[in-house]
């Protein structure tokens, strides 16, 4: 199971002797002196309020606060400046190294599993079944049966007794509390950060790591992890021995002393990572492990007991279930994002079709070549119109303009790429698949002529507003293309050029102009007349061009625009 990836900032650099790495989310930073800095830099070159780091919808922007040294981007003194992958950053004497990236490749990258094998022998394990016999075990471990009375003992928890639960009615506490936390988690991340924020809050761990299991590799991936300290700035190394115990066996693994545990005192990677006494149990489900909780404790004293493994079981059970309502949760929204991702470009009947197909949803979306019909239009005379007009009529007038040009877009199921000042483009056969991509493009295109003709008619006493339209076909890449901040549904691909050159200068106004290409596809539904051939900046070939005249009535199925 693979979260949302979120997308994070990380600054890598080293202070005071000791390499660190700051995450940056979406709230914004401020590097200096002062105590009240989100990023603290005791430094002599670095100003009370040196920059600021703050996420908009192009990306993470640094901004310098009129530092006394300045702040250097790639060795540049900036103001503003866009932050990219790989830039370095330098405030003062400090030098820093930008990583932006998904959230949990970050983590990945600081989790290292040790495949060293060990021999087999004996080791405690608790087999995991319902939180009802947890319970029970809970009470033969502590002397006395669970009651429910019991959970007003809170006693046991917390900083108040480190060692974790010892009492079944501290067990009860803590299923209550924690499942009134991780279920009223929104995100998948967020349930994660919880889990974690009560293990640590509960047992006596100094390490601790999630991994779940995820189904497009086949394989459990860490998703987050943490120390005492918060996010450790290096890597954690944990046992895949003890792990994959954990998985296969289905039950929660306890490590007193693995330099004496007789089933892992030969595995030279658990004692090379120093590790005294670790815990592990899986993410349990109806049978099936999505994960696994792993803590461990490289202290030499107070090592993990049967008790603990039992409040790190019932976490795990309450995780489990955690992470599969989180996980449906994202899935709901995932799929809205997509409706309302897929409404930007196009009609609601396409978008139903899109998400009703096999593999339906942002895989339709993943970059690939498609044979598309690509048009470009563009009104005529309007800038000049438009120097003459207030800015609030001019935008109210191409308002309407657009909203009926993607009107015929949308009602031959085409894709609204972007508006372009005054002008727009669109293109046919992506997401969906259409063999008659030429001919619902050149269709949409007459519509658009003719819903235009329609708006200048009533406008009485104006000067009519005119329109050149291009439309070429052929082979192109489509799909998400652009940066991890920012992308968008769009084709490229010399056919998108030559489309663009079409309109612009071939096309006169009030005309159709297409392709070759476009006129061999549709030349049975369209009386079209042959033109000149043009050379088309950049190209050595010469395009041959058509006018489209008229329809030749064969019908073209349409979609109702509600």
Known sequence: ??????????LRFTHDGRDRVFTIGERPVVIGRAPDCELLLQNESISRQHARIAYDDEGWILRDLGSKNGSRVNTFHVTDQLLRHGDRIDLGTIRMHVEIGPESAATRARVVFDEKPSTPAHTEVLELQGLDDLLQAAGDLTGRPPTFADRGDLSGLGSEKPNGPESSGELLRLVSESAESLLSSNTLAETLDRILSLVFANLPVERGVICLFDP?????????????EGVPDSPITISSKIAGLAIDEKKAVLIKDTALDERFGGAESVLMMNIHSAMCAPLLRDGNVSGYIYVDRQSTTDPFNMAQLQALSILALLAAIAVEQAALREDIRREQERRMRLARYSSPAVVEKILEAPGAGMGAMVAD?????????DLTGFTTMAERLPASEVILILNQIFERLTGAVFE??????????DGMMAFFGAPLAMPDHAERSIEAALRMQEALGALNSARDGVRPIQMRIGVNSGSVVVGDIGSPQRKDYTVIGDVVNIASRLESSVAKPGEVVIGEATWLLAKHAFDCERLEEVRIKGRQKTVQPYRVCARLHIPIETTRVL
């Open 1 to 10: 199971m693979k979260s949302d990836d979120r997308i994070i900032c990380r």
């Open 216 to 228: 497009s590799s086949n394989a459990i991936e860490p998703m987050a992890m943490r120390n005492r």
């Open 369 to 377: 070549e498609s044979e598309v019909s690509i048009l470009f239009a």
């Open 412 to 421: 031959m199921e085409g894709t609204l790429d972007k508006f372009r000042g």
